[in-house]
Structures are given as structure tokens and as C-alpha cells.
């Protein structure tokens, strides 16, 4: 996929604003690679040209110039391969009455499938600029996050993401990146690709309501998806709402979220408790230089042991909040002390937060 701006200086247009808004459903006739690469949610990759036949015309146009390439493409999607494609172009605009045809630069691919379902009577429009436009549409607006900010912290385990989620003006940035943001914390599902999160951020940003962003604590990348640079500033400077809970209420959260609901995750995935375990000792060699060689060998044999059925998974949870997420927390807060504007149990700072408007 062709790359954009980092940093775009020119606004989006309305449009553009309008479709990351909205979301409307896209038939998006790019070719798979370029689909994986980057999407806008609500859109149905149905491609032209297949990923091979996308290099094959490529090939052409490099080698013999423009004409010669689309001759190419031409046979390539012809006859039964050409019925076929625009059958399910035809399928999937007949469920979404108000789909909108995309390409990388809304030129010659979308315009194609735009005339092929209008000589099936199927009128629809296609969008001006593609998902370039799009894409730098969407860099824009994050490069620009102009709201009033608040920040929700806490300990590990103090159920911050549920309190996010209650909230109609905050952006779930662990949702959107698929990942609950800790060591542990990445998911059977893969996260999505920088620029498909990056989008779904926008269009989050695009409908928030009112003019305060609430968002949850964060370090700079969310497992492998990095926060844009903008937001991160933001958030080194934004008012805290600290969420206090209780060591025992915060180790029943870390067990229901990691233990019973991991478990029911594989289970339902065709997967082990075998399987949670060797993903957890993974995790923990991730983090064995911060917890050095004892502790991590410790860790790993209560870990060994609840998954054997010798122990409870709690224990394993409390000493690793004791060695190495609480005095880590600590340190980090001191640093953030100045900003702390309210603290105060789940409930309160759910209520102090709304009354902020």
C-alpha cells in the first residue's frame, strides 16, 4: 500500500469527515494486500483484481506503459471471472442499499466497478480520493485532538477499561486496539494493523459527543499498536481521575478477567489451559530482566501450579501485583501527582466524571 503523509496539513474535506463519521458500508474493490494493510470498519474487501493478478498488471505497466496494463487487466477479468465478481459486488449493494465504492484513489478501479454495476442497473457512488483521501483524513484529525482531556488511572487490576465503557464521551483505546495493554494482555484474536486502528480512531474521535475526551491511562503502545503522538502528549499533560480499590477487589478483577474468562476464551477457540499457561510464561519472559532471575522463577511455579490445579490462580495474581505491577504503579504516580484532580472508587469517579459534562 502506498504510504501518506505522517502529518497531513491540509484539511479534510467534509466528505471525507462525513464518511469517517458515519462509517457507511464500502464495497472496497482494493486488492486483498492492500485491504490487510488498512480498512475503514463497515467495509467488504471484494477486490477487481485478486492480489496475483494486481502484480501481473503492475508488471505491465512498469514494463510496457499504461495502455498495455489495462489491456491486461482486462483479460484477466473477463467472462466468468468478471460475472462472478460483479455478482457479489451486486449481492452486497443490494443488502447495503447505501454502499459506496472505494479504491486507493477513487480513479480507475472504483470508477470500473462503478460502470459494471450501473450496466446491472445498480447506481452507486464511489468515493472521491479513495481510501487515500481517507487515510489522510483520518492522520488529520488525530494530529488535531482539540477536546478537553481527562485521564483515568489507577492500579493494575482497578477495572478501568468497564469504567471507560460506561461512559458516553470516552474512546475504549484497548477495544479498538484489541488488547487489555498490559504484559498479559494480548488476545486470541490478532490486533488490528496501525493504519486500521488509526481509522477506527478517528471515526471514534469524529462521534464523540460534546467536547471532553475521557480515556484510560496508557503507555505509548497498546501491545504492538502505537498511540498517535499527538494523543500521547496529550495524555502527559491531562487532569487524572485516580480510581482507588482494594488489593483484595483488584486481584477478584484480574482473576475473572485473565483466569476465568481466558479460559472460557480458549475453550470456546478449540484451545487448552495448556495453552493459557504457555502464553503466560511467554509473557512473563517478556518482563523476566524487570523481575530478574528468582522472582521470575517463583512466578513461573505458582503459575505451573494453579494451571496443575495445585494452587489457586490468586496466589500467582497477588505476588505478581505485590513484586512488580504495584511498586512499578508507584513510581509512575509520583510522577503524575500533580495532576490527580479526584480519587475515589469506581463509582465516584464514574460520578465525578459525568457531572464534568
Known amino acids: 500500500m502506498k504510504t501518506v503523509p505522517t502529518s497531513p496539513t491540509t484539511s479534510p474535506s467534509a466528505a471525507v469527515l462525513g464518511l469517517l463519521k458515519t462509517q457507511p458500508p464500502l ?21 477487481i483484481l485478486n492480489d496475483e493478478e494486481r502484480e501481473q498488471v503492475g508488471t505491465a505497466y512498469k514494463q510496457d506503459g499504461h495502455d498495455a496494463a489495462v489491456t491486461l487487466g482486462h483479460t484477466l477479468v473477463s467472462g466468468v471471472v468478471k460475472e462472478a465478481r460483479i455478482a457479489q459486488w451486486q449481492e452486497y449493494c443490494v443488502a447495503n442499499t447505501d454502499a459506496q465504492i472505494m479504491c486507493w484513489r477513487g480513479g480507475q478501479r472504483s470508477a470500473l466497478a462503478q460502470q459494471w454495476l450501473a450496466d446491472q442497473g445498480l447506481q452507486r457512488e464511489r468515493v472521491a480520493g479513495g481510501f487515500k483521501a481517507i487515510r489522510a483524513g483520518s492522520l488529520h484529525v488525530l494530529a488535531h485532538p482539540d477536546k478537553q482531556w481527562w485521564l483515568v488511572s489507577g492500579r493494575t487490576g482497578s477495572a478501568k477499561t468497564p469504567l471507560i465503557q460506561t461512559l458516553t464521551n470516552s474512546i475504549d483505546l484497548e477495544g479498538l ?23 477506527a480512531l478517528a471515526s471514534a474521535y469524529l462521534n464523540l459527543p460534546g467536547e471532553r475526551l475521557i480515556v484510560e491511562d496508557e503507555s505509548r503502545t497498546i501491545g504492538r499498536i502505537g498511540l498517535p503522538q499527538a494523543w500521547h502528549e496529550r495524555m502527559q499533560q491531562a487532569p487524572i ?3 482507588e480499590a482494594s488489593f483484595e477487589e483488584r486481584v477478584e478483577h484480574i482473576h475473572k478477567e485473565y483466569v476465568a474468562e481466558a479460559l472460557d476464551d480458549h475453550r470456546r477457540a478449540g484451545l487448552t489451559p495448556t ?3 504457555a502464553r503466560y510464561e511467554e509473557a512473563l519472559l517478556r518482563i523476566k530482566r524487570r523481575l530478574g532471575g528468582a522472582r521470575l522463577a517463583d512466578l513461573t511455579l505458582r503459575l505451573q501450579q494453579a494451571f496443575a490445579g495445585k494452587a489457586d490462580h490468586r496466589g500467582w495474581i497477588s505476588y505478581l501485583l505485590r513484586e512488580y505491577y504495584d511498586p512499578m504503579y508507584d513510581f509512575q504516580l509520583q510522577r503524575k501527582a500533580a495532576r490527580i484532580q479526584f480519587r475515589g472508587c469506581n463509582t465516584d469517579v464514574i460520578a465525578f466524571l459525568r457531572a464534568k459534562g
Open 27 to 47: 464495497l472496497d474493490v482494493r486488492a486483498p494486500v492492500e485491504f490487510r494493510q488498512g480498512r475503514l470498519p463497515n467495509s467488504l474487501n471484494a477486490p
Open 177 to 199: 486496539a484489541n488488547h487489555r495493554g498490559s504484559t498479559f494482555g494480548r488476545r486470541l484474536t490478532p490486533q488490528p494493523t496501525p493504519v486500521t486502528f488509526e481509522c
Open 241 to 243: 481521575a485516580l480510581v
Open 275 to 277: 495453552d493459557l499457561l
